[in-house]
């Protein structure tokens, strides 16, 4: 069967997913959200014409005399006076600037004189003023849809007013580990018995990404017991992501298991190394993608399939996965029939970032994930990679 390549996977994920529906939450709830309208300021910013200095409001003509002060206005609490001829209000950053006055000498060039104040320099007319709307009007687009709430975005519209904001709702996530010989850690570890690695690289990646804590059940290789967790993970989650028994062995059941349980197949096996297997399927609004067990080719699922299904949706308009450009810094072989996905580490050399790649690479390998910074996408190709080529890769 001929190997879809990487580029139409995604392109896949694209045609075929659609957005989950929106909801309207609480912004303090939002984070890592993506946006699914707008979100525009709800008062302009500023707020009122303040002061953006520590100093003195007063009348910008009025520079040259000795001026009485006739108040004072710190942040948050408005002088109740008008600044007249000759007069000057103590005002702090932030203060709200008292009618009257059109300037603020900042304290630096201020000497006081007992009752008032006298300046050594003069004050242009709008000095030290922050004017009301001069950065944003109310109503103004703060944050388009299809953005994904950062720390910055939150901050940006809790200042503009806005507490509650209209997002896709989160994906939920279903896990299942399947392998007869896979052992927790914490349990003994018997003949031929190996540790679960998938369980806490899925989980860890999914709470890393903001998905919160996955469901994640241990299935053994065998056909009811996996036909009974997969149907309940897809009862109760957007995307059902299984480890192992996806490929061509006795007891590899993904495939039949999800063919049973009505999951439509839209792809199997990608053109990539690792991850060869890599299932994707669909049953009503939910999604299988059914990973290889090796965990070296589990993490190029997530990293690359994973990352484009979920922001498919949550419809977020950045195209994932987000590809970078880096410099090889030493040769590699290629792979004439897939496309390697290898993890580097970025080196910053003079200003430019290098890709250096790391040794046991292999599939089923997972040690160097401690210094891997990277994920480079080395297209399929006869001739190997040599030093100094430019390379997509995602960072890890
Ligand atoms: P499979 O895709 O089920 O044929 O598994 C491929 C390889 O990955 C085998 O060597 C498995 O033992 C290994 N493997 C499967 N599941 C896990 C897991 N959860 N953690 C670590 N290795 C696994
Ligand atoms: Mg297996």
Redesign the pocket.
């Known amino acids: 069967m001929a190997l879809l390549p990487i580029a139409e996977a995604l392109e896949c994920y694209r045609r075929s997913l659609r957005r989950l529906p929106t909801q309207r939450i609480p912004l303090e709830l939002a984070l890592g959200a993506v946006l699914a309208e707008p979100a525009r300021a709800a008062i302009s910013l500023p707020r009122f014409t303040q002061s953006s200095m520590d100093g003195y409001a007063l009348r910008a003509a009025d520079g040259h005399m000795a001026l009485t002060l006739i108040g004072t206005a710190a942040a948050g609490e408005p002088a109740q006076v008008v600044v007249g001829a000759g007069q000057a209000v103590r005002i702090l950053t932030g203060g709200v600037l008292p009618e009257g006055a059109d300037a603020v000498a900042r304290q630096e060039i201020v000497e006081r004189t007992g009752e008032g104040i006298v300046l050594r320099e003069s004050v242009r007319v709008g000095e030290a003023i922050r004017h009301e709307g001069e950065e944003l009007a109310a109503g103004a687009v703060i944050a388009e849809a299809g953005q994904r709430i950062n720390a910055g975005i939150v901050a940006a519209l809790a200042m503009a007013g806005v507490d509650a904001v209209e997002v896709y709702r989160r994906p939920r996530v279903a896990v299942l580990?399947?392998?007869d010989?896979?052992v927790r850690l914490g349990e003994p570890l018997g003949e031929g018995k190996?540790?679960?690695?998938?369980?806490p690289l899925l989980r860890a990646w999914f709470v890393e990404q903001g998905y919160g804590e996955p469901g994640i059940s241990y299935v053994r290789d065998d056909k009811t017991a996996l036909e009974e967790a997969m149907s309940a993970a897809l009862d109760s989650a957007d995307l059902v992501v299984t480890?192992?028994?996806?490929?061509v062995?006795d007891?590899?059941f993904v495939p039949d298991v999800a063919d049973r349980l009505g999951v439509r197949k839209v792809f199997w096996k990608v053109a990539q190394k690792p991850g060869k297997?890599l299932w994707f399927g669909r049953r009503g609004s939910s999604w299988l993608m059914g990973m290889?067990?090796?965990?070296g080719a589990v993490l190029v699922c997530l990293a690359v399939h994973a990352a484009a299904v979920l922001a498919r949706l949550e419809g977020e308009a950045a195209s994932m996965p987000a590809w970078r450009i880096g410099e090889l810094a030493q040769g590699v072989e290629s792979d004439s029939g897939r496309d390697r996905l290898l993890r580097m580490d970025i080196v910053a050399d003079d200003g430019r970032l290098r890709l250096v790649p790391l040794p046991r690479q292999e599939s089923?390998m997972l040690s160097n994930l401690a210094s891997a910074s990277a994920l480079a996408w080395l297209p399929r190709r006869d001739d190997a990679y040599a030093a100094g080529e430019l390379l997509r890769y995602i960072v890890l």
């Open positions: 580990i399947t392998g010989e896979v190996i540790y679960d690695a998938n369980g480890s192992g028994g996806v490929s062995g007891r590899d297997p290889p067990g090796n965990p089923h």
